[in-house]
């Protein structure tokens, strides 16, 4: 794959496993476009961007969980380039909360950023890649075992899985795949933040905490020609932590 000829959006992408990706995705000098909540930070990642190689890259602000501007997003994308070959939905948010105190505005919001944001760029992908092209959502382990105080996002993340196989039958026909990566401890501030991991309720080891570059990896793979047949797959990528539970 001549990658100088592809253009990607991630989402989150100014910080964590987004910017990781973004810059992977630079040193391949595709031209990259960093969406994030923070508009300053975004488009300090993409100066980042562009030093590790990008043929360009811009940052834009976008809110995921506000489907005007996720369509704005994309059309800032094609205005300025011309075409959209990968998208990486890496946004999320987490919050920490019994059941019994979750409320609905918790629900929505957590649903808004982890589920319908990725649901808004692959309709976007959908309706904007005519020659094809490659969807990442970042799911969790989470999906499939999780811990206490965390029910929003543990749901949000599986949903996320069920959308990833819905959207890779439906963009079969359109040269369109669509998969999903689940990460487990990767060294951010959302698992170094994470009130469970700091009162101990949730065992971190040491030894099984990844870089934000080993989910890169696998997402850039993952939108080459080389996963040319890997389609609604849901790739764990946590070594081997999940193996331990």
């Known amino acids: 794959m001549i990658w100088s000829e592809k253009v990607v959006i ?9 910017l990781a990706a ?19 930070k975004a488009i300090d990642a993409a100066k980042t961007v562009k030093a590790a190689g990008a043929s360009d890259a811009v940052g834009l602000a976008c809110d995921v969980g506000d489907e005007t501007q996720v369509e704005a997003t994309v ?14 939905n890496n946004a999320g948010v987490m919050i920490f909360k019994p059941l019994v105190e979750v409320t609905r505005d918790d629900w929505m919001r957590m649903l808004s950023v982890d589920l319908l944001g990725a649901f808004y760029f692959t309709k976007q992908a959908f309706l904007n890649m005519p020659d094809g092209g490659a969807i990442v959502n970042i799911s969790s382990v989470h999906a499939v075992e999780t811990t206490p105080l965390v029910a929003p996002y543990a749901t949000a993340k599986a949903a996320l899985l069920s959308l990833t196989r819905s959207a890779a039958i439906e963009g079969t026909p359109k040269n369109i795949r669509v998969n999903a990566i689940l990460p487990g401890a990767i060294d951010t501030p959302m698992l170094w933040e994470n009130p469970n991991v700091k009162s101990g309720v949730e065992t971190v080891d040491p030894a099984a905490v990844g870089k934000p570059e080993d989910i890169a990896d696998v997402i850039l793979f993952l939108c080459s020609d080389e996963a040319r047949f890997v389609q609604g797959a849901a790739v764990r990528v946590d070594g081997g932590r999940l193996n331990r539970l």
Do not use: N, P, W
């Open 22 to 40: 973004a810059r992977r995705f630079g040193a391949e000098h595709a031209r990259v476009v960093i969406a994030d909540l923070d508009s300053a």
């Open 10 to 18: 991630v989402t989150g992408g100014a910080s964590g496993i987004g």
């Open 75 to 88: 059309q800032a994308t094609l205005k300025r380039f011309g075409r959209l070959d990968v998208v990486v």
